[in-house]
């Protein structure tokens, strides 16, 4: 997952509420670190995901949402 992609995951999933939720929600998986911290420390966008969507309890069709034809579509 490249950066342009977890930010369009995050944009897709949550809405106007993305950055909010990048910024402020702490993430245990992450051992305690938000998204954007993650992020910034060097960790890989495909992990920083994962952890949201175990956080939020999200459906395996929101996980993988970024691989669709269809999301892919979307963006072009």
């Known amino acids: ?6 930010w369009a ?4 999933t949550f809405g106007r509420y993305g950055a909010s ?6 993430l245990a998986p992450l051992n305690g670190r938000t998204a954007n911290e993650a ?17 939020n309890e999200l459906p395996e069709s929101v996980r993988w949402h970024h691989r669709t034809s269809d ?6």
């Open 1 to 6: 997952m490249k950066h342009s992609e977890f």
């Open 9 to 12: 995951a995050m944009e897709d």
């Open 21 to 26: 939720l990048a910024q402020d929600l702490v």
């Open 39 to 55: 992020l910034a420390d060097g960790e890989s966008p495909q992990r920083v995901w994962e952890a949201i969507c175990t956080v």
């Open 71 to 76: 999301h892919k579509s979307k963006r072009s």
